[in-house]
């Protein structure tokens, strides 16, 4: 059972013991990161949201906070910094942003496997809404299982 059937169907300590099964023996080699640039409530609630639930089920991840007065290149400087970081198999870049920086463009630079968001998930700033953190936590574990995959195949397309 995934996590976000798990909370609609009021089976979610269920899907939490089969995610810390499977985080326990993940290890923690490669890490997940949440990307905030600049100070937004939202953000802030969605990486507090993340960073309970992934304590919860033993997912190491990383928080990295970009001040709200970086360029888009600076910030597209930094996100090439964790396309090539082979510890790093995803990035959730936050959506509330300062104005000088288009989310979406640098977005567009993660690499795909890289890139958490999938469509109707967190596009827009505003509250945490029902299942997104499971969303993005389902999402996460596909992720570490193919980039394990893929490092294991020592496929360099892939796993960088």
């Not at 290890?27 to 409530?41: E, F, L, N």
């Not at 989310?103 to 958490?116: C, P, T």
Request: charged share 15%; proline share 4%.
């Amino acid at each position: 059972m995934n996590l976000s059937a798990a909370s609609q169907t009021g089976g979610s300590l269920s899907a939490c013991t089969n995610a810390k099964h499977y985080w326990r023996f993940a290890g923690r080699a490669a890490r997940m990161v949440i990307v905030s640039i600049g100070h937004s409530a939202s953000n802030a609630a969605r990486a507090r949201a993340l960073v309970a639930r992934a304590a919860q089920i033993g997912m190491a991840l990383d928080q990295q906070f970009w001040g709200k007065d970086m360029s888009q290149n600076k910030c597209r400087t930094q996100v090439k910094q964790l396309n090539e970081a082979v510890d790093v198999y995803a990035v959730l870049l936050l959506p509330a942003a300062p104005a000088q920086i288009d989310i979406l463009s640098l977005r567009g630079e993660l690499l795909g496997y890289k890139d958490l968001i999938r469509p109707g998930a967190w596009h827009l700033p505003g509250p945490v809404r029902p299942g997104e953190i499971d969303c993005v936590l389902n999402s996460a574990t596909a992720a570490h299982q193919a980039h394990g995959i893929a490092m294991g195949l020592k496929d360099a397309q892939i796993a960088r």
